[in-house]
């Protein structure tokens, strides 16, 4: 129980890192394009699954598509993803370039990055309170002793400020990173 309450706070953890590389900051993000499906020959493709992408400058990247007649289609994909970046291509590929941020963009950004800060913390929760129950019926079940409950609950709680913790630095990281 012990390995899967921590696995299961870690998915927390690497799903909030996630989401914060797809708050852009204005600066040139390979990782802001990663949601993004392309389809070619009839299926829906990631965007490095049908070129490279290099960052040209530090607001600029810089599509090179495998096959060029994918750009139309990586073009259209890129717009539609609504990611606020505007696409000029040319004959070697497509170039990503990401306007400055204005002051109200960034406290967007910031009130982003906290709801989402909050979805994971209401994630956690849900995993304690998972796990206390379960800790409660074992207790029921004389699996374990009360001393024991109230051991394990202590260890849970623990995991779960560590968490919160991490949680909590990300959103630091990323709202002095939005703010630069």
Known sequence: MDVDIEKKLAEVVTWLQKEYTGIRTGQAAPALLDSIKIE???TYM???QVGSIGIEDARTLRISPWDSSQIKAIEKAISEADLGVSVATDS???RIIFPELTAERRVQLIKLAKSKLEDARVSVRAIRDEV???IEQAQKNNDISEDEK????EK?????????QQLESLL????????K
């Open 40 to 42: 070619s020959y009839g």
């Open 46 to 48: 990631s965007l490095v």
């Open 92 to 94: 070697a590929g497509l």
């Open 132 to 134: 206390m129950k379960k």
């Open 150 to 153: 109230f051991t394990q609950k």
């Open 156 to 164: 849970i709680q623990k995991w779960v400020e560590k968490t919160n």
């Open 172 to 179: 630091a990281e990323k709202e002095r990173e939005v703010s």
